[in-house]
């Protein structure tokens, strides 16, 4: 039997799917024939054989004026930039995670992409630059220029040791998240606490990339939870995707690299905050009870405070310890994920593309009470940078801006690769705000009033410009 480029046929499936989209009247055999004429005609991206380089590069003395790093007992008190090079000697591309809030301004993205694309000789398009988004990291993000150097460090060290490699896919699952949109018991107006009734994505999306000997030298993964758990703290910690990630690295004696990035979270929270929030009490002078507090009534006097009151030793090690907690039951199903990737390919094409989806905007006049709609005018258009890296089969579909998770969802529903993962909060900062869902502008979040966007527009364009992305990717 001939052996056929699996690969070949998803591009038929693909591209029969985008042809009956895209002309509803044809007959099905008529689309099936156009799939063919597509794979005939269409530029693909061409394979070859896969090399890997990882490296993470240490930045946690930027956040030290004198920039002495004291003894820490916990390994998310460490902040760091890594990177995965890929090259199948046609192409190359590049993934970058940092331990930060976001990658911003984003003329800093800009700067560092075009700057990685020179040295690498490639499109700018298949470089992705994330942030973990993790809250309590403010101190590093201040200093821009440390985190500049600090990417493109970690994408030369990648660079400099390529290895032949293969890549794989899968999903586990992490029951840690919990959608953060619900009506207030005590007021009747909308808040941000634990529902879970609404929609929450449990996926844990894992690509990893093994040596000759079958050991990893690299993975990425992407969840769906913000990492608040240390918000205004004033706790240095890369919260609990830099405890998932160390968990990790640690398991496999250093060896290797792993990147966390965020899925769709623009709703999402930890389902357990009390340990934050009970920090945050003790900061703005509130009793604990040992009961769960509500988050926005500690949070709320933080701001612009003055004089807050001095840390309990007891309640900070509880938070250091959770989100510690956190990040190993992250990093070990990443672990379980990777070591029950059957399905692994060295041979592979690598294709990127990215957009600016522009939708109509609107600026905030006036900020109500939370909970109360927020009053408006017209104002210039939103704009949202997206973007796909296909490696073969498998697709990173990014975006800037930090998305409902029900986009992402509907995103991968509508894809026609089984194997797609989300990731946000890549490649700069976008002008938009959240991306809520259409039918969450009645609820009147923070997410939501403060979103430059109208409904209407976005969530559907990104969907749509993802599932096309992939598309393309295989045609």
Request: proline share 5%; charged share 20%.
């Amino acid at each position: 039997m001939p052996n056929y480029d699996p690969i070949f046929f998803l591009r038929a499936i693909s591209c029969a799917r985008k042809n009956q989209k895209n002309s509803s009247h044809l007959k099905k055999y008529t689309s099936i024939l156009a799939s063919f004429l597509c794979l005939g005609f269409t530029g693909i991206a061409l394979a070859g054989p896969l090399s890997v380089g990882a490296a993470r590069v240490d930045i946690t003395a930027t956040a030290y004026e004198d920039g002495e790093v004291p003894p820490l007992d916990y390994s998310h008190q460490y902040v760091y930039t890594r990177a995965i090079v890929l090259d199948n000697r046609e192409t190359k591309a590049v993934l970058v995670g940092a331990d930060l809030a976001g990658i911003r301004p984003d003329e800093m993205y800009l700067d560092a992409a075009n700057a990685i694309a020179a040295e690498l000789d490639i499109p700018v398009a298949n470089i992705i630059i994330s942030a973990s988004h993790t809250h309590s990291t403010y101190p590093v993000v201040s200093d821009r220029d440390a985190v500049y150097e600090a990417i493109l460090q970690s994408v030369r060290l990648a660079a400099s040791d390529m290895q032949l490699a293969s890549v794989g896919f899968d999903e586990g699952a992490v029951h840690l998240n919990v959608n953060r949109d619900i009506i207030d018991r005590r007021t009747g107006r909308w808040t941000q606490e634990s529902n879970l009734d609404y929609p929450s994505d449990k996926t844990l999306a894992v690509i990893a990339f093994y040596d000759e000997q079958g050991l990893p030298i690299a993975g990425y993964m992407s969840y769906a939870m913000h990492p608040v758990t240390g918000y205004l703290t004033e706790i240095l910690s890369s919260d609990f995707p830099g405890a998932a990630s160390r968990h990790v690295e640690q398991a496999f004696g250093d060896d290797m690299v792993m990147i966390f990035s965020q899925g769709a979270s623009g709703d999402q929270n930890p389902l357990h905050l009390r340990t934050g929030t009970n920090a945050m009490a003790v900061g703005s002078g509130m009793e604990i009870t040992g009961y769960e507090i509500t988050r926005e009534d500690a949070e709320s006097p933080l701001r612009g405070i003055e004089n807050r009151q001095p840390h309990d030793p007891l309640i900070d090690e509880t938070l250091m310890r959770w989100m510690d907690a956190q990040g190993m039951v992250v990093g070990e199903e990443a672990i379980r994920v990777m070591t029950h990737i059957n399905r692994k390919t060295g041979d592979v094409r690598i294709a990127g593309k990215q957009l600016m989806l522009s939708c109509p905007g609107r600026d905030l006049v006036e900020r109500q009470p939370r909970g109360y709609p927020g009053t408006y005018k017209d104002g210039e258009d939103a704009h949202v940078r997206l973007g796909f890296l296909g490696i073969n089969d498998i697709g990173l579909a990014w975006t800037n801006a930090e998305i409902y998770t029900r986009i992402g969802m509907h995103a991968k529903d509508e894809s026609p690769l089984n194997n797609l993962m989300i990731v946000t909060k890549a490649n700069g900062q976008p002008n938009s705000g959240y991306v809520p869902t259409d039918d969450a502008y009645g609820r009147n979040t923070f997410q939501v009033v403060g979103s430059r966007l109208k409904p209407g527009c976005a969530e559907r364009g990104i969907i749509d410009a993802f599932t096309d992305m992939a598309y393309d990717h295989l045609n």
